[in-house]
């Protein structure tokens, strides 16, 4: 009970060391319970699904100086807040979390991020973040050379794929432009443009949007029977968008794709870049930590010719969210989406500025997020991450295998990555529901309420399909074969 102390003995208490410990380490072992269980993958429910409006009423609260603060301590009541945090939530370490592209956090790069919240070394200046700024450098030059950008390239590490797009195109768009879009605006100029596959993430749109370039901004180009960009829709897009009057600037390519995991062809749309001048973008937000898997890392071939590629480290590398780089090929082009003259980068090895990096990124105070990949690698090395991605990937082939041998299940694609679209198809109809879409969601729904797993759902050819992203660790092919039985018990008991 703290409502008898002064203010002053108040903040005392909030901020006593010894209490910290002590709450530090009920914490620790309540995570460390909770992570074993979820390995185990059977005590608890993936996803304890509720209704939102039940969720939100069971959180109600009493923030004003009144209970239940009277009767317990703040340790207490952190620890009861603990307990209930971790019976609601989504569990992402659980064998049945084949949801959406969240990495089931490392439990090193987690305690990395709790050491970076209690430092909050803000790096806006370096003065704020002086070992948070050395370890992004090395991280960014550890990426950059993993997928082969060379050695002029360098970049930023910021808060989500979304806002690494942005980053990324408006740099495209300040280098490519061919006027002063930092100083001048878009003002009595062609309105700008870019490629992109019908597949692509909307963070490509939302990017074009904010830049004020409207929805043409966006050009789609058709993709093929895998979902990759066609090669041969680039030239027609182009003709297209530039007889509308657009000025086209890049081409977006995806690696992979959001929905199935389809890794567009690199090196021809590198080609295609290079004969017409455009800019080259790569969304290697999920995929191109495939560059990590000795085994895989062919599905990225062309990656190193792009101008800028974006890659999340909270999707594929294990890591808590959020932590994203933004990478270019030429990294004066990394302060070029906040500045015309971005000439005091030129010489970077030389500059006195190189270590300054609040001048590529939308954020001012900015959280240490090198601090966790930068342990995962020293602490680890590659190898982990090769593992668990290339244990990933093979999984979805496997699973994709035992897919195919199932008469009432329908494959929409062989994965090239872990993510895995298929349908429920059993004979004879369960719904009044000839697309069979309504069966989908039925089975999702009823499979979730089971507790096991977590499966999602997207549109593909105009159709509902069952969508799964391998992100477990430990996660094995009698787990998949489990999903797809209760999917047909969910399916059996819409019969009824
Ligand atoms: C291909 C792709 N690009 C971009 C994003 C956006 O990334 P973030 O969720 O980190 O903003 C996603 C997210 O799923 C994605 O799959």
Wanted: proline share 4%.
């Amino acid at each position: 009970m703290l409502t008898a102390l002064s203010g002053h003995a108040l903040l005392r208490a909030a901020f006593d060391a010894d209490t910290f410990r002590v709450d530090g380490g009920t914490m620790l072992a309540r995570l460390a319970t909770n992570l074993e269980a979820a390995l185990r993958g059977t005590s608890f429910a993936v996803l304890p699904l509720r209704d939102p409006a039940e969720m939100h009423a069971r959180w109600q609260v009493d923030f004003s100086d009144d209970a239940p603060r009277t009767t317990r301590t703040p340790s207490q009541i952190l620890d009861a807040l603990t307990t209930r945090m971790l019976a609601d939530a989504t569990q992402l370490h659980h064998a049945g979390f084949v949801g959406h592209q969240v990495a089931p956090p490392l439990p090193l790069a987690a305690l990395c991020d709790l050491t970076a919240d209690m430092l909050n070394n803000g790096m806006a200046v370096y003065e704020m973040g002086q070992p948070g700024t050395a370890m992004e450098l090395h991280v960014i030059r550890w990426m950059c050379d993993t997928l082969g950008l060379g050695h002029t390239a360098g970049g930023v590490l910021t808060s989500g794929g979304t806002l690494a797009t942005l980053t990324a195109l408006l740099a495209m768009r300040q280098a490519r432009a061919g006027w002063d879009v930092w100083s001048d605006g878009n003002a009595n100029q062609a309105v700008p443009a870019v490629l992109v596959s019908e597949q692509a993430h909307y963070c490509a749109d939302r990017a074009v949007r904010i830049m004020g370039w409207g929805a043409g901004g966006l050009v789609k180009v058709p993709v093929d029977d895998r979902f990759r960009m066609r090669i041969d829709g680039l030239a027609p897009a182009l003709a297209r968008a530039t007889a509308d009057g657009r000025q086209v600037l890049g081409v977006v390519a995806s690696a992979c794709s959001t929905a199935t995991g389809a890794f567009d062809e690199l090196e021809p749309i590198a080609d295609f870049c290079e004969a017409h001048g455009l800019w080259m973008h790569v969304d290697g937000a999920h995929g191109a930590a495939l560059a990590v898997s000795g085994k895989y890392r062919d599905v990225l071939r062309g990656i190193g010719r792009a101008d800028s590629v974006i890659w999340d480290a909270h999707k594929m590398l294990l890591q808590p969210a959020l932590i994203t780089a933004v990478l270019f090929k030429d990294q004066r082009h990394s302060a070029g989406a906040f500045s015309q003259d971005a000439s005091y980068l030129l010489d970077t090895a030389h500059d006195d500025a190189w270590y300054d990096l609040a001048s590529r990124t939308f954020e001012c105070t900015k959280r240490t997020m090198s601090f966790k990949l930068y342990a995962t690698l020293a602490a680890y090395g590659p190898a982990l991450l090769d593992a668990y991605v290339t244990r990933v990937v093979d999984l979805a082939a496997s699973f994709a295998a035992l897919l195919r041998e199932q008469a009432d299940f329908e494959l929409a694609v062989d994965p090239q990555c872990n993510i895995v679209c298929f349908r429920y198809r059993p004979a004879g109809p369960l719904l009044d529901d000839p697309s069979c879409d309504a069966l989908q969601a039925a089975v999702r729904k009823a499979v979730i309420l089971r507790g096991h797993f977590y499966p999602v759902q997207t549109r593909l050819r105009g159709a509902l399909w069952l969508r799964t992203t391998l992100m477990g660790p430990f996660t094995t092919i009698d787990d998949l074969a489990r999903l797809l039985d209760e999917i047909r018990l969910g399916g059996r008991a819409l019969r009824k």
